[in-house]
């Protein structure tokens, strides 16, 4: 009985490639809609300010992007493998949260994004909590925070905690049993 049922799911799976493969039109090269995946196969970084395709470092420490070329640090950047414009200090994510300005220059977009007297800068991206100071970033998305200030890290999650800073060894605080 197990091989008659076994049969049966087989041929019914080619029967239904062969229909599809029949009625599925053929592609034509011209078809808009037959378009291949455009995405390029290196990641570059475009600074919007500027225009110019650069080479980029990520300073841990201070949390800053440079610009490898002149040395200069990089405010907004855009990357090409996925299309998201980034925040350089702290390399955060910020589709939607910057504009270009009536001097031509991208900043943040005030409507949208808090920036108080000292700096701080704050938003909310949906369920997301995003802050960054000085020398401080923090997210917190549900009941995952993420903290880094001067090249150390935490990370919070249901599932436990991981501390990494600069010259000190990883510690790993779980409280999932094995």
């Known amino acids: 009985m197990k091989r008659i049922i076994t049969a049966a799911a087989s041929a019914f799976v080619l029967i239904v490639f062969a229909a ?25 970084y475009l600074d919007i ?5 650069i080479d980029m ?3 841990e420490r201070e949390g ?51 920036i108080d007297a000292g700096g701080e800068i704050k938003f909310k991206d949906g369920k997301k909590k995003v802050k960054i100071d000085d020398s401080e970033l923090k ?11 001067k090249g ?8 436990g905690k991981v501390k990494e800073g600069e010259n000190k060894p990883e510690k790993v605080k779980s409280k999932v049993e094995d």
């Open 152 to 159: 150390k890290t935490k990370l919070k999650t249901p599932e």
């Open 49 to 53: 300010n500027t225009g110019d395709t």
């Open 139 to 149: 997210v917190k998305q549900g009941d995952i925070k993420w903290k880094t200030n």
């Open 57 to 59: 470092f990520y300073n």
């Open 64 to 114: 800053k992007a440079y610009n490898l070329k002149d040395k200069s640090p990089v405010q907004f950047y855009i990357n090409s493998r996925t299309s998201d414009t980034v925040y350089g200090r702290g390399r955060v994510i910020v589709n939607g949260f910057v504009k270009r300005w009536d001097d031509g220059v991208w900043n943040w977009d005030t409507t949208k994004v808090k």
């Open 20 to 44: 599809y493969a029949t009625v599925t039109p053929k592609s034509n090269p011209g078809d808009i809609n037959n378009v291949a995946d455009t995405a390029p196969s290196k990641t570059y």
